[in-house]
């Protein structure tokens, strides 16, 4: 069992910055090696969640959704078992609730939520016009 715990998320307006935090309780050293790739999504109440972007645990390779690609970057410092988001020239549609995802699996593709075996509780970001 790996419980993920997420942070960082607040209130920003238009153009601000934020880093969310993801990091994998009780691992201090390391992250466990059945994770293959750490993923965040994001959703809003009444739509269905959204693959934001991917980092593959061995080979650090990642991938990002269109609506983010540029703005965000995801990064993984593995000795702090932390897998992070950087969230620049936010825009009021990034509001949203902000999970971490582990697949142990690495079946499907990065971006179907139904491939991950562990999520955090979330993390709230607001992005005000």
């Known amino acids: 069992q790996v419980k993920l715990v997420e942070s960082g998320g607040g209130s920003v307006q238009a153009g601000g910055s934020l880093r969310l935090s993801c990091s994998a309780s009780?691992?201090?050293?390391?992250?466990?090696?059945?994770?293959?790739?750490m993923t965040w999504f994001r959703q809003t109440p009444g739509k269905e969640r959204e693959a934001v972007a991917t980092i593959y645990i061995r080979s650090s390779g990642t991938y990002y959704a269109n609506q983010v690609l540029g703005r965000f970057t995801i990064s993984l410092n593995n000795a702090k078992s932390t897998v992070y988001l950087q969230m620049d020239s936010l825009k009021p549609e990034d509001t949203a609730r902000y999970f971490c995802?582990?697949?142990?699996?690495?079946?499907?593709?990065?971006?179907?939520?139904?491939?991950?075996?562990?999520w955090g509780q979330g993390t709230q970001v607001t992005v005000s016009s």
């Open positions: 009780g691992y201090t050293d390391r992250l466990p090696s059945s994770i293959y790739r």
């Open positions: 995802a582990a697949d142990l699996n690495m079946r499907g593709t990065w971006s179907d939520d139904r491939q991950y075996n562990y």
